[in-house]
């Protein structure tokens, strides 16, 4: 029988932190998700084109990348091995969805440079939950 250690306080400021996070980002989706045209219309023109021409694929990756989150974040507060995968799928959805941002849209076109931080910022704090609940499913903090 496996012993589960405990978990340190880093552990619950990362776990935290990734629930908060992956909270924000399913109301940014749904936000997107469920824009009404009234909303919509209020945008500039070139926001409104963009959101049209986002592909189902590129709004279904967002889907994965902010509901596999939320899944992985609440797997690891309660301490479950399968936030790894939970996370690792999440990672894709965010892969997926920074291919369409990044190259395919004319996302920065519309929003400037600035359009890039968050992107980045995402993409390496998604990196950080995958590599950290493999790291605390390795030490046996995770059971």
Known sequence: MTETKKPTS?????AIVALIWNIFGVLAYLGQAFMTEDAL?????????????TPSWAT???????????LGAIAL???????YPLFLLSLLGVIG???????LS???EVYG????????IVLILSVVFVWYSKKATAEGILK
């Open 77 to 83: 507060l309660i301490r479950k091995r399968f936030a």
């Open 97 to 103: 969805q920074q291919i369409y941002g990044f190259f």
């Open 113 to 120: 440079a600035q359009a890039l931080i968050m992107p980045i």
């Open 10 to 14: 880093l552990f619950w400021v990362i």
């Open 106 to 108: 004319n996302t920065f």
């Open 60 to 70: 279904a990756a967002f889907a994965i990348a902010v509901w596999f989150g939320l």
């Open 41 to 53: 219309k209020m945008l500039p023109t070139t926001e409104q084109e963009l959101y049209a021409a």
